[in-house]
């Protein structure tokens, strides 16, 4: 069984800092991606943005420069540094990890159960 749990979610000031973590735990063979998503209300689930293997990261326009996601393969977590916050970042923000549970196995895609982020003064 594979486990994703988010953290660091929280309330900021327009303008201010936050880091989200992801961690996943439970029977883990390899990583091949990890992403960041967000949902504010009323609106449909949104990329914000993936890390693939060797460090390679994909930003959706509206997070470009503001963001940065990186990842610590030992610990397989994954972290979004959000800087810049605006009011319109308001949502709650998910990670996924698509990964093998095992070396026979197939990858299979695993969501944690997201993070709020609200950005308000």
């Known amino acids: 069984q594979v486990q994703l749990v988010e953290s660091g979610g929280g309330l900021v000031q327009p303008a201010g800092s936050l880091k989200l973590s992801c961690a996943a735990s439970?029977?883990?063979?390899?990583?091949?991606?990890m992403g960041w998503y967000r949902q504010a209300p009323g609106k449909q689930r949104e990329l914000v943005g993936i890390?693939?293997?060797?460090?390679?990261?994909t930003y959706t326009n509206s997070v470009k420069g503001r963001f940065t996601i990186s990842r610590d393969n030992a610990k397989n977590t994954t972290y979004l540094q959000m800087t810049g916050l605006k009011p319109e970042d308001t949502a709650v923000y998910y990670c996924?990890?698509?990964?093998?549970?095992?070396?026979?196995?197939?990858?299979?895609?695993?969501w944690g159960q997201g993070t709020q982020v609200t950005v308000s003064s």
């Open positions: 439970g029977t883990i063979f390899s990583i091949y991606s």
């Open positions: 996924n990890a698509n990964l093998k549970a095992g070396i026979n196995t197939g990858y299979v895609l695993y």
């Open positions: 890390i693939r293997t060797g460090g390679i990261t």
